[in-house]
């Protein structure tokens, strides 16, 4: 009889240990599987972080040069006013003609808006002069206003 407990016991711990190996295998491929959700989780985090970190860096580059430079405000200032690309283009031959040398004076100083015939025939011409004048009108009579 103790030689069929042997056997019997020797049975049951193969069983087992197969078990114990089947189990042993599923919960290190558990641990592998929460590993691995773990690490792209980081990763996802990072990545967010990161992303996060360069549009807040590329915004605040952006609005410090906004007007660095006077053909940048020169456009602002025509966007604000609703100038077409026609008016625009305007502007810039009259800041050309008058020997301007910052196109946002006409912004400023209203003194700059008298045309010469002798100097600018193409800007005195009767179309012309009326889109200078409805220009001029939208811009001083807005700084009027806001005064």
Not at 17 to 45: H, P
Not at 94 to 100: E, N, Q, S, W
Not at 118 to 127: E, F, G, H, W
Not at 132 to 141: D, F, G, P, S, V
Request: proline share 4%; glycine share 4%.
């Amino acid at each position: 009889m103790p030689l069929i407990n042997v056997f019997a016991g020797q049975a049951f711990c193969l069983i087992a240990e197969g078990r114990v190996a089947a189990l042993r295998a599923g919960f290190q491929m558990q641990e592998t599987k929460s590993l691995t959700i773990g690490l792209v989780l980081i990763a996802a985090s990072f990545t967010v972080i990161l992303a996060t970190a360069l549009l807040y860096w590329f915004i605040q580059r952006r609005a410090a040069k906004r007007f660095c430079s006077p053909k940048k405000l020169f456009r602002e200032l025509c966007r604000v006013h609703h100038f077409s690309f026609p008016q625009r283009r305007l502007l810039a031959q009259l800041v050309k003609v008058g020997g301007v040398s910052d196109p946002n004076l006409l912004f400023i100083d209203s003194r700059l808006w008298i045309l010469d015939p002798s100097k600018n025939p193409k800007l005195c011409v009767a179309r012309n002069r009326r889109h200078l004048q409805k220009m001029q009108r939208a811009i001083y009579e807005r700084s009027a206003e806001a005064e």
